[in-house]
């Protein structure tokens, strides 16, 4: 490896890192902008922050030349990606920390990897593989211990339109990113297009449910701070890192990391008591996301050889 290419994975390391860290803390946010805001309010307050940073980022990067050549068909495409993310999932989302205790929140949305494997077989052409039925019965294990709080085998569910909300944010997450597999646009261009789009849908419903007013300084900070970070600048430093690194598994790895630092930010910041049912379920969800992520030997020759 080069000494140029050595500076950049320390680069791609520190965006990621950098992403990584950004998420780890927006349990917390959404759970105070969720205490005077309702979900479909916070979003719309973040998802314009949201668009004033992505504004600023396509400006830093030069990227506007790209808006103006999209094809009729990508104009269409951004009210469908719109519609999905951030308005359906974020709503969703937002709805799930509404409901539950932050700390069963994150860790239940973190098992969206493993939708998005099994969704990819039926839409993608992608095959089962025994490993991915395993990884589903350990991660979907740890789910149930969240969801029921330990009491596995009573299955009394602590708040079950809670779970059943950030399981589905799963599902619509996954989805979109099926779809973004066929998607032609540069991801930043792409993602500020997806919150213009969502803006007038948000702005809708948010009138007709008589939401549309501005926030306290508290819940608007809150927004701010989601649609800054969570929304922007974290997306925009980890696709900065996967297009700077070499070392791409290591890289991805780093995502682990999220759910635990969020977890002490969680216990010191909002003051929940964690449950060792979290901490037990999380521990399932991540064994599961690891299993299924892991390749044969054969296939690690294969991408070697590939690679030559």
Request: aromatic share 12%; proline share 4%; charged share 10%.
């Amino acid at each position: 490896m080069t000494n140029s290419q050595q500076a950049q994975d320390k680069r791609a390391f520190l965006f990621a890192l950098t992403a990584v860290l950004m998420w780890s803390t927006v349990a917390i946010a959404f759970k105070l902008g969720l205490r005077e805001l309702a979900p479909v309010q916070l979003l719309l307050w973040a998802a314009i922050f949201s668009i004033v940073t992505l504004m600023l980022t396509v400006t830093v990067q030069k990227k506007w030349a790209l808006i103006r050549d999209l094809t009729p068909a990508q104009w269409r495409a951004s009210v469908l990606f719109g519609a999905l993310n951030p308005a359906l999932y974020y709503v969703i989302l937002f709805a799930a920390y509404d409901l539950l205790p932050a700390q069963e929140a994150q860790a239940l949305n973190y098992s969206w990897a493993l939708t998005l494997a099994f969704l990819s077989v039926p839409f993608l052409g992608q095959k089962l593989r025994v490993q991915d039925l395993l990884a589903g019965l350990v991660c979907y294990g740890g789910v149930l211990v969240i969801a029921t709080r330990g009491n596995v085998l009573g299955l009394e569910f602590s708040n079950l339109p809670g779970v059943g909300l950030a399981l589905f944010s799963t599902l619509i997450w996954a989805g979109y990113w099926i779809l973004n597999t066929k998607d032609q646009r540069e991801p930043v261009v792409g993602l500020l297009l997806n919150f213009v789009m969502a803006l007038p849908i948000l702005l809708v419903v948010n009138l007709w449910q008589g939401l549309l007013i501005v926030p306290d300084w508290q819940s608007l900070a809150a927004a701010a701070y989601i649609g800054t970070f969570e929304m922007g600048l974290a997306f925009v430093c980890w696709l900065t890192a996967m297009r700077l690194t070499s070392q791409t598994a290591k890289i991805s790895n780093l995502i682990f990391l999220s759910p635990f630092i969020s977890l002490i930010l969680i216990y010191f910041l909002l003051g929940e008591t964690i449950y060792p049912s979290t901490l037990i379920g999380l521990g399932f969800i991540i064994g599961g996301l690891l299993i299924q992520q892991h390749k044969s030997r054969a296939q690690k020759d294969a991408l070697k050889a590939a690679l030559k």
